[in-house]
């Protein structure tokens, strides 16, 4: 059983940074890929960005490359998502999520963070 617990989150102007951060209580965090997911009112839970377990190999979706950075911190269990010029469409609650799958569809990740809202001001 893996605990994951996102922090990080807040109220942001348009054009604004922040960064989130999810902490994990497995030592054998550094065996999982980790992911974020955000997810609007409404809307069905979305792929943000990917990370492998060494950290060798990252993935983004497209709305956001150029913008976030995933990175991971193996000896701290800690991932973190860097986001810079924030945009009113990335408010959302986001979510970190671990397992030991290549895939970015939500479904396949066993462990989830509750979540952390960002919310972009315009």
């Known amino acids: 059983q893996v605990n994951l617990v996102e922090s990080g989150g807040g109220l942001v102007q348009a054009g604004g940074s922040l960064r989130l951060s999810c902490a994990a209580s497995e030592r054998t965090f550094s065996s999982y890929a980790m992911c974020w997911f955000l997810q609007a009112p409404g809307k069905e839970r979305e792929f943000v960005a990917r990370?492998?377990?060494?950290?060798?190999?990252?993935e983004y979706a497209d709305p956001v490359k150029g913008r976030f950075t995933i990175s991971r911190d193996n000896a701290n269990n800690t991932v973190y998502l860097q986001m810079n010029s924030l945009k009113p469409e990335d408010t959302a609650v986001y979510y970190c999520?671990?397992?030991?799958?290549?895939?970015?569809?939500?479904?396949?990740?066993?462990?989830w963070g509750q979540g952390t809202q960002v919310t972009v001001s315009s």
């Open positions: 999520a671990a397992d030991s799958v290549r895939t970015t569809d939500p479904r396949a990740y066993h462990y």
């Open positions: 990370i492998s377990w060494s950290g060798r190999v990252t």
